[in-house]
């Protein structure tokens, strides 16, 4: 039964500094009706994701802004409830670029079908989707691991992070994990296979045990921090190391002037090292002979990957604001409603 009310979330106001649940508002309004060759489909996963606070910020990005009094937007796995387009059929499993809300309209321009026998359909939203691809594509295209080369991993237990290790691993690569906690930490060396891990909030002096854990220094340092880690990071670089730089998260939250630090240019000189910044859409060409390859290695066994899920529409900002906390391991996801029977 398809109901007449449905709730959405707006972005009530653009953060200054951390986002606070203020920045939220949520509104009741009418569940919308497909047109010819769209879709109703109902939202059963929501993801939220570090990026999205680039985007409640008015400031010139790769990706539009949010627009204020409007519904944000994320990647959404969701399932088919009335169909007039003859690529769906009620029941199906899709996923997309969707508005937080219970309810959308969609078309095959906008979603493409998930298969739940393939993998968990939450795969969608993590491994086998847009944390998976960006692992997968900044780390080989851009880090380039060789075998025994040292790769260090920032934001090491998330999303992103988890996965560009354990790709490492399977390249040969001596892999180094950074994350904030002791159940982290173990879960990198015991479950995900890294060869050293070190919590940087419990550690007194974070480039000595960077240097202790990287006897012969660092190959590849796969960037999602920024801040003091990136500084400590940033001077045991290796002769042609390589730097792909998937996100700061350190700084997504600073006000102007905040986030200074050390110049890097000297180390990138010393070391002839490579640094570049990329998107995930930068290798869109990649995306269909990654997907097979992610997808293959998660069958082999070889990609082991965590889901931290919160339950219920309401919890989906302080899901968002627990990422800015490190609550999460691995992707963080809102589990809004059952998939129909």
């Not at 508002?25 to 109902?42: R, Y």
């Not at 010139?60 to 959404?76: A, D, M, R, T």
């Amino acid at each position: 039964m398809i109901p007449n009310q449905q709730q959405q979330i707006l972005l009530a106001s653009r953060p200054s500094g951390k986002p606070v649940k203020e920045n939220f508002q949520f509104e009741q309004v009418s569940v919308p009706t497909p047109s010819d060759n769209e879709i109703l489909v109902k939202t059963l996963y929501l993801s939220v994701d570090p990026y999205m606070r680039g985007r409640m910020s008015s400031a010139k990005s790769y990706v539009e802004p949010f627009k204020l009094n409007e519904p944000i937007h994320g990647g959404v796995v969701a399932q088919v409830v009335e169909s007039k387009s003859d690529s769906f059929k009620v029941g199906d499993y899709v996923t997309g670029m969707l508005g937080w809300q219970e309810y959308s309209i969609a078309s095959k321009k906008t979603v493409r079908k998930v298969d739940p026998e393939l993998a968990p359909v939450t795969t969608a939203l993590g491994i086998l989707g847009m944390p998976g691809l960006t692992a997968y594509l900044g780390l080989l295209n851009i880090g380039n691991p060789k075998e025994g080369e040292t790769l260090v991993v920032s934001g090491a237990a998330g999303a992103v992070g988890s996965i560009v290790g354990q790709i490492g691993k399977i390249k040969g690569a001596r892999v180094i994990g950074i994350a904030g906690s002791d159940e982290k930490i173990s879960y990198l060396k015991d479950t995900l296979g890294f060869d050293d891990a070190i919590n940087y909030k419990t550690t007194d002096n974070l480039r000595a045990a960077l240097k202790t854990a990287c006897p012969n220094g660092i190959d590849i340092y796969f960037e999602n921090v920024g801040g003091e880690i990136a500084d400590a990071a940033m001077s045991l670089l290796n002769k042609h190391a390589r730097v792909p730089v998937c996100g700061a998260i350190s700084s997504y939250n600073k006000k102007g002037g905040e986030d200074l630090g050390p110049r890097i240019q000297s180390y990138l000189i010393k070391s002839s090292a490579l640094m570049k910044g990329f998107v995930v859409n930068d290798y869109s060409h990649e995306f269909k002979d990654a997907s097979i390859q992610l997808g293959k290695w998660v069958k082999e066994g070889k990609l082991l990957f965590e889901e931290t899920i919160t339950e219920g529409f309401e919890s989906i900002p302080e899901a968002f604001l627990g990422l800015f906390e490190g609550k999460n391991l691995g992707k963080q996801l809102v589990k809004v409603a059952e998939p129909a029977e």
